[in-house]
């Protein structure tokens, strides 16, 4: 018998490290870009705020529990069957709903060195066992992760383009590994930036899904869409998956407010559009301007950079992270990624872009 005093949690909860979200304050006085968590310069779409608003005249009410419309018109959107889609309150529960589906402890849930951290945590939730994979040039090795594919390996997670480096894995090589994984592994291809990607060889999954009973792939209103207060995802799966995360999930976890918000921004095609337009231009721009600066910069195409600092005293990443705090520029620090000489920034809009790049130049130019 435990001679416990107190109720105790299952040991490997205690493994995990709280996910820390980006800073959102910077020094008082100054005018603040946070360019810290990815989020869209352009707000949402002013659609998506006209039916959040309405929503307020009926707050008595229940959600639907089914988030009906929303699947609805994600599925005219895409093409796709409604009833395979499942609605959460942001990928983040969908990605954790998942582990606690498929993982179970003595099992193993697998993902790249510089992979979302949520994975780490929803592994450890479902008392499964971490497994990471190493990278190569910041980018995913599908040979690295399916060298370490084993007996116990249940799920594999594959971020493209991952966050923080903004790097991707063309389609070919998305097939190659699901090629080589054993038919009982589940592939979650989190493919919350893809609205962003411009690239001929990227597909984000959706193709996939539909010719396999193994993959599934979720999204995020939170970023091109605007709507990250919101917290509203979507994953499209087999139906043995649907039915399962519909057991699972809770029966209303998505409020009416995001249900009528994400319907309404994922048909302003418009709007979508122009946002993926700005980040086309400031991300080429800002990108190439740090790197003027003599600043690696790792090759994105998301609508964030990494910028890499140098170890030198007085120019590290946490020295540059203080400088630009001190001018309101807030980026992200993503030493819990392994990233510690490293910051994040968001493609804010133009004024914040600049005010960036100025900042860096400053902080560069003076005395180490």
């Known amino acids: 018998m435990s001679t416990a005093a107190r109720p105790q949690p299952r040991p490997s909860l205690l493994e995990i490290d709280a996910y820390v979200p980006g800073r959102s304050k910077a020094a008082p006085g100054v005018k603040l870009h946070k360019l810290s968590s ?17 929503v307020g005249d009926h707050l008595e009410r229940y959600p639907d529990g089914a988030s009906t419309a929303l699947r609805e018109a994600i599925a005219d959107t895409y093409g796709l069957n409604p009833n395979r889609i499942v609605c959460g309150n942001g990928s983040d529960e969908l990605l954790t709903l998942l582990a606690s589906a498929y993982l179970a402890p003595g099992d193993e849930g ?14 450890l939730a479902a008392g499964a066992t971490p497994v990471i994979a190493p990278e190569t040039d910041h980018t995913t090795d599908v040979d690295a992760l399916l060298a370490r594919v084993t007996p116990r390996t249940k799920v594999v997670f594959l971020a493209n383009p991952n966050n923080p480096t903004g790097t991707y894995l063309p389609i070919t090589e998305v097939r190659r590994l699901h090629a080589g994984l054993p038919p009982h592994v589940l592939l979650v291809l989190d493919a919350a930036y893809a609205e962003y990607v411009r690239r001929n060889d990227y597909e984000s999954g959706i193709e996939m899904v539909s010719s396999a009973e193994n993959v599934v792939m979720t999204r995020t209103f939170s970023k091109v869409y605007g709507l990250a207060a ?18 699972l999930r809770g029966p209303f976890n998505l409020s009416a407010a995001a249900i009528a918000a994400g319907a309404a921004a994922v048909r302003d ?66 030493t819990a990624y392994g990233l510690p000489n490293a910051l994040r920034m968001t493609i804010g809009d133009e004024e914040a872009n600049r005010a960036t790049v100025a900042a860096l ?8």
């Open 38 to 54: 990815n989020e869209t310069p352009l707000g949402p779409s002013p659609k998506a705020i006209e039916a959040f608003s309405a």
């Open 361 to 368: 130049a400053d902080f560069l130019a003076r005395p180490a």
């Open 110 to 123: 697998l993902y790249s060195q510089f992979g979302f951290l949520v994975y780490k945590i929803a592994i």
């Open 230 to 247: 919101l917290r509203v995802g979507w994953l499209y799966g087999p139906e043995h998956v649907v039915d399962v995360l519909n057991r």
């Open 269 to 334: 095609k418009a709007f979508v559009d122009a946002a993926v337009r700005h980040n086309d231009d400031w991300l080429a721009w800002t990108a190439e301007e740090v790197r003027k600066l003599g600043l690696a910069v790792t090759p994105s195409v998301g609508n964030f950079i990494l910028i890499h600092f140098p170890e030198a005293a007085g120019r590290t990443a946490a020295d540059a992270d203080e400088f630009l705090i001190g001018r309101g520029i807030v980026l992200r620090r993503v």
